[in-house]
T-cell receptor
Framework: AQKITQTQPGMFVQEKEAVTLDCTYD???????LFWYKQPSSGEMIFLIY??????QNATEGRYSLNFQKARKSANLVISASQLGDSAMYFC?????????????FGEGTQLTVNP | GAVVSQHPSRVICKSGTSVKIECRSL??????MFWYRQFPKQSLMLMAT?????????EQGVEKDKFLINHASLTLSTLTVTSAHPEDSSFYIC?????????????????FGQGTRLTVV
């Protein structure tokens, strides 16, 4: 079974509008972490935001926020006030287990295009 | 955030030769490094996990004799693609994580290198 599911292969948004990228996950661990990364066409992986399973508040980092719904096992990324530079591939990832040495499991990604 | 440097960013090599890719953590000690492979328009596929001073743990289906990983120090891991063939052409990217408490930034996040685009001709 897929551990991380991103159901939107591609998304389009108008500049300055908000967009939500979906991510659902599957784990039986009580302790886990959820990550979002941005990958522009250059290939580098840029860390955006992190949410721990025990964090009660949704994580926010500037224009990025993570809508964490633990019971539904979803961790959607919300980008507010989209910019042209936000056009990229976005990956949701999960780390299971208490210690940080555990691997990251990635979803299939969502290609976001911001239109002027 | 922490800095991970990967070199080279791009390499073209002839079929049958070997290519070494370096992954360095510049401002922290990376107890664990991960090597991924990514085909166009696809997700990252974990190839192996390397811990400093011990043998790498390879994922199922990854040939350990083909993809040699060495993690000789806390700041450097290398991936050598031996006897490269055109089907090995891909984007290879490393990530690094340090030790520390669960709440420490280095332990909760994995920082990635810039990636290496390998083309075997």
């Amino acid at each position: 079974a897929q551990k991380i599911t991103q159901t939107q292969p591609g998304m389009f948004v108008q500049e300055k509008e908000a967009v939500t990228l979906d991510c659902t996950y599957d784990t039986s661990d009580q302790s886990y972490g959820l990550f979002w990364y941005k990958q522009p066409s250059s290939g580098e992986m840029i860390f955006l935001i992190y949410q721990g399973s025990y964090d009660e508040q949704n994580a926010t980092e500037g224009r990025y926020s993570l809508n964490f719904q633990k019971a539904r096992k979803s961790a959607n990324l919300v980008i507010s006030a989209s910019q042209l530079g936000d056009s990229a591939m976005y990956f949701c990832a999960m780390r299971e287990g208490r210690r940080g040495g555990s691997r990251l499991t990635f979803g299939e990604g969502t290609q976001l295009t911001v239109n002027p | 955030g922490a800095v991970v440097s990967q070199h080279p960013s791009r390499v073209i090599c002839k079929s049958g030769t070997s290519v070494k890719i370096e992954c360095r953590s510049l401002d922290f000690q990376a107890t664990t490094m991960f090597w991924y492979r990514q085909f166009p328009k696809q997700s990252l596929m974990l190839m192996a996990t390397s811990n400093e001073g011990s043998k790498a743990t390879y994922e199922q289906g990854v040939e350990k004799d083909k993809f040699l990983i060495n993690h000789a120090s806390l700041t450097l891991s290398t991936l050598t693609v031996t006897s490269a063939h055109p089907e090995d052409s891909s984007f290879y990217i490393c990530s690094a994580r340090g030790g520390g408490s669960d709440t420490g930034q280095l332990n909760t996040e994995a920082f990635f290198g810039q990636g290496t685009r390998l083309t075997v001709v």
